[in-house]
């Protein structure tokens, strides 16, 4: 049985990845922070096994990944979904405001990855898909912090697909664009009227879409590495 472990598995995409995976009979870790009903809802629904740690700390990682690798041996696949968004000004972004989209969306990713590249390298086989954005991309007004942090994933990406190419390991990246989730829960109805008429689609994307893409990545591509696979209707061209 394949192993997968989906950070930030609790909402949004991340939350569809885990019902993706396991409809394809992965055994699937679901990785959260604080969304702890909702964790224990969708474990229940899929079966997949909860583990709670705080991305961007690393005695919270580590724990988490001794307890897989003690507990079930290995990880075949990371979903390094986990983020966080805030848009603000630039000129309103704090010192912390910059290290907490930092620490959550990039340093969390480099922690979980490093826990288990060890062991992918010593398997010679791996598949590490992280989760980037459009405006990782091009960059999006108001929100500097984080379209930052998405380029960040980018080159992290395509700097460790070189690195690991040669131990049969493939990373990834998936660049969503306007995914109804949580995280856009301050758009209004208008504002995704308008998005949508921006997207050569004509509407915006939903998790269970972005999800597929991942599970492609993870389950059927075999010759796919350091690419960054826009999900976004069109929208970046
Ligand atoms: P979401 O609905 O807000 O869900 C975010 C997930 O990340 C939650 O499960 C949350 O878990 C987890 N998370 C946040 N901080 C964490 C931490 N410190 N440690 C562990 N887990 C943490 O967001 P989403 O829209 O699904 O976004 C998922 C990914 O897609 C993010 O990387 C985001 O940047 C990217 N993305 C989203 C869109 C979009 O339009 N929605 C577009 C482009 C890219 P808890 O609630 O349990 O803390």
Redesign the pocket.
Same mark, same amino acid.
């Given at each position: 049985m394949k192993n997968v472990l989906i950070? @930030? %598995?609790? *909402? %949004?995409? @991340? *939350?569809e990845c885990v019902y993706a995976f396991s409809k394809k009979g992965y055994r699937v870790f679901l990785?959260?922070?604080?969304?702890?009903e909702?964790?224990k809802r969708i474990s229940e629904e899929t079966g997949a096994v909860i583990v709670k740690?705080?991305?961007?700390?690393s005695d919270e990682v580590k724990k988490m990944a001794d307890f897989i690798h003690s507990q079930y041996g290995k990880i075949d696949v990371i979903v390094n979904?986990? @983020?966080?968004?805030e848009q603000k000004l630039f000129t309103d972004i704090t010192e912390n405001d910059w290290d907490n989209i930092f620490? $959550?969306?990039v340093k %969390?990713m480099f922690l979980v990855t490093k826990e288990f590249a060890d062991d992918m390298i010593f398997r010679k086989s791996g598949k590490i898909i992280n989760?980037?954005?459009?405006?990782g991309i091009t960059g999006g007004s108001c929100e500097v912090h984080?379209s930052a942090s998405?380029a960040a994933v980018i080159g992290f990406t395509k700097a460790l697909a070189k690195e690991l190419g040669p131990s049969g390991i493939c990373v990834n990246c998936v660049?969503? @664009? /306007? $995914?109804?989730?949580?995280?856009?829960r301050n758009l209004t109805e208008d504002d995704y009227r308008e998005l949508s008429e921006e997207t050569p689609l004509g509407r915006? %994307?939903s998790?269970e879409e /972005?999800a597929k893409v991942i599970v492609f990545l993870a389950d059927d591509a075999s010759f796919i590495t350091g690419q960054v696979i826009n999900v976004d209707g069109g929208m970046v061209i």
């Open positions: 950070t @930030g %598995g609790s *909402k %949004g995409i @991340g *939350k990785n959260y922070n604080k969304s702890e909702e964790a740690a705080n991305i961007s700390k979904n986990a @983020g966080i968004a620490n $959550i969306n %969390g989760i980037s954005s459009m405006w984080y998405k660049a969503p @664009g /306007v $995914i109804k989730t949580d995280m856009n915006i %994307g998790a /972005v």
